[in-house]
């Protein structure tokens, strides 16, 4: 079956970077597309980047554009996404999501990330 | 930016039927998807293409749109349906640019 595992997450200085990975298994990772999404504590959900099942085509929420970048190994079945430049509202569980047609049908547990001084 | 607005928060009995709206400019021409997030859990779809139900996900949750407003509807809501309730749709100017909904806090009490 399909299964998502974040890592990377963690504590993080305002200003410092952190790279977060998704390791995909149960199918066929090279022909979705792939999406990261974030929950801050106690908040509503927020898309945060989308990556084509070949890379070719990037999108980005307007809160991150410029200092978040995805990306993914097609041979290693794994999604990354780089955060530079990290803000206090930048903390939140993220989420990578396998994308179907329009809607995301699987998702993993989540990764906490927090900024703070 | 793209925006979906949902009500913040909806209450029902057990048994009743529970109804929760997401409106958005682009929904006549962009389906909307619902996800339920239970406390401490990963997102869940329950509703997907405005009113496709997932293999394993209960009957009496189902789902319309018209015009600027999808609604997700849970029929004869259970205790165990509590949770967040949130839209999804994509951006009418980038096929697959996400936005989500504010969320609906459901309570079943």
């Known amino acids: 079956q399909v299964q998502l595992v974040e890592s990377g997450g963690g504590v993080v200085q305002p200003g410092r970077s952190l790279r977060l990975s998704c390791a995909a298994s149960g199918f066929t990772f090279s022909t979705y597309g792939m999406h990261w999404v974030r929950q801050a504590p106690g908040k509503g959900l927020e898309w945060v980047a989308v990556?084509?099942?070949?890379?070719?085509?990037?999108y980005y929420a307007d809160s991150v554009k410029g200092r978040f970048f995805i990306s993914r190994d097609n041979a290693k079945n794994t999604l990354d996404l780089q955060m530079n430049s990290l803000r206090a509202e930048d903390t939140a569980v993220y989420y990578c999501?396998?994308?179907?047609?329009?809607?995301?049908?699987?998702w993993g547990q989540g990764t906490l990330v927090t900024v703070s001084s | 930016s793209y925006e979906l607005t949902q009500p913040p928060s909806v209450s029902v009995s057990p048994g009743q039927t529970a109804r929760i709206t997401c409106s958005g400019d682009a929904l006549p021409k962009k389906y909307a998807h619902w996800y339920q997030q239970k406390s401490g859990q990963a997102p869940v779809l329950v509703i997907y293409e405005d009113n496709k139900r997932p293999s394993g996900i209960p009957e009496r949750f189902s789902g319309s749109s018209s015009g600027t407003m999808a609604t997700l509807t849970i029929s004869g809501a259970q205790v165990e349906d509590e949770a967040d309730y949130s839209c999804y749709s994509t951006d009418s100017s980038a096929f697959h640019r996400g936005v989500f909904g504010g969320g609906t806090k459901l309570t079943v009490l």
């Open positions: 999501a396998k994308e179907e047609l329009v809607y995301l049908d699987h």
């Open positions: 990556i084509s099942y070949d890379g070719s085509y990037k």
